[in-house]
């Protein structure tokens, strides 16, 4: 893929991997992309990948002819939706489409990232503490009445979806198969560190520097609302809309559906159908302006928790191994 022109002053190259499920998501992409634009991405920095179990598909159709208009470069992957698939070919892209990049940014098209201050000014902070791996949390971005309501042109998305709010929480956050480390997501990462399956963390590698020096979903405290509304980076996620349900039958259905998918995606139907979406009044919502007046200090303080968690962490290992 050829180097885009629009760079930052300072020449750093960012490139973005996404994946649309065409049938029931394409109504996010305009918001999608006017969003990473507005972070310093310009649409040729992008790769879609396009799914749909459907060639003929009048979505895909439209969704071709989109990246085409914008310079969007598009992948298409046709065939039902898997989690261990797609993230597979998201790493295959990042490798052979991506591998010139300074920085990947790692979003599902319902993610939109948010970073503390200008995206650039952000990565000058992270390589000069040598971090590759940049991680957020999810806060969901609802209507403003709790509904699930359609996506619309207009206006800006964030307008439409204003409530920031711990619905993931509430739906469970806990299961069997699912725990806090699915509640947090890879936002920006050097172009060799991969993302697993879900894109909550990254494959193991032995050069791995996280911005909060440990995994985020190791940090106990995100459970808590109002611990998880200051964390420095966060992720919108504009998950709870009227394609939501279709979205997580057609995926249920699927055989191959991962045990964590098909845990959390029952739990969401189940809500869906006894509440028809979510009462404002009984979610915890962020009223605060993000990010916080002192992030700087909670990124500090952050950091110096995740440095002592993984003091312990390493610490435990080797205990364990000098009794093997």
């Known amino acids: 893929m050829a180097r885009t022109e629009r760079l930052p002053?300072?020449?750093?190259?960012?490139?973005?991997v996404t994946c649309i499920g065409v049938e029931h998501d394409l109504d996010l992409l305009p918001h999608f992309?006017?969003?990473?634009?507005?972070?310093?991405?310009?649409?040729?920095?992008?790769?879609?990948?396009?799914?749909?179990?459907?060639?003929?598909?009048?979505?895909?159709?439209?969704?071709?002819?989109?990246?085409?208009?914008?310079?969007?470069?598009a992948v298409e992957w046709i065939a039902p939706y898997t989690s261990d698939t797609m993230w597979q070919?998201?790493?295959e892209v990042q490798t052979r489409l991506c591998g010139d990049a300074d920085w990947i940014i790692s979003a599902d098209i319902d993610e939109f990232h948010e970073y503390p201050e200008p995206l650039d000014a952000f990565l000058d902070h992270c390589e000069a503490q040598g971090v590759n791996a940049v991680q957020g949390v999810f806060v969901d971005r609802l209507a403003r009445d709790g509904t699930l309501a359609p996506v619309a042109t207009q206006p800006p998305i964030a307008e439409q979806f204003p409530l920031v709010a711990d619905a993931m929480g509430v739906v469970g956050r806990e299961g069997q198969?699912?725990?806090r480390h699915g509640t947090v997501k890879l936002m920006a990462i050097r172009p060799h560190i991969l993302p697993a399956r879900g894109g909550h963390g990254p494959l193991a590698d032995p050069s791995l520097r996280y911005l909060y020096r440990s995994a985020?979903?190791?940090?106990?405290?995100?459970?808590?609302?109002e611990y998880r509304f200051d964390v420095p980076t966060r992720v919108n996620h504009y998950h709870w809309?009227?394609?939501?349900?279709?979205?997580?039958?057609e995926r249920l259905a699927n055989p191959d559906v991962s045990v964590a998918g098909e845990e959390y995606g029952k739990k969401q139907l189940t809500h869906i159908a006894q509440k028809h979406g979510f009462?404002?009044?009984?979610l915890p919502v962020d009223t605060q302006?993000?990010?916080?007046?002192?992030?700087?200090?909670?990124?500090?303080?952050?950091?110096?928790?995740?440095?002592?968690?993984?003091?312990?962490?390493?610490l435990r290992r080797l205990i364990l191994r000098a009794r093997a």
């Not at 002053?9 to 973005?16: D, E, K, P, S, W």
């Not at 009462?279 to 009984?282: I, K, L, S, T, V």
Request: hydrophobic share 40%; proline share 5%.
């Open 33 to 73: 992309v006017d969003h990473y634009s507005d972070l310093g991405l310009a649409p040729s920095d992008m790769v879609a990948i396009l799914n749909t179990p459907d060639e003929s598909s009048t979505r895909l159709s439209e969704a071709r002819a989109f990246c085409k208009a914008a310079g969007i470069t």
């Open 279 to 282: 009462d404002p009044a009984q």
């Open 289 to 314: 302006a993000f990010p916080r007046s002192d992030w700087k200090g909670t990124l500090i303080r952050m950091r110096r928790k995740g440095a002592v968690m993984a003091a312990a962490y390493h």
């Open 89 to 91: 070919k998201r790493r």
């Open 241 to 249: 809309t009227e394609s939501l349900r279709g979205s997580l039958v």
């Open 216 to 225: 985020l979903g190791d940090f106990k405290a995100i459970d808590r609302p």
């Open 9 to 16: 002053v300072n020449a750093r190259t960012l490139r973005l």
């Open 177 to 179: 198969h699912h725990n």
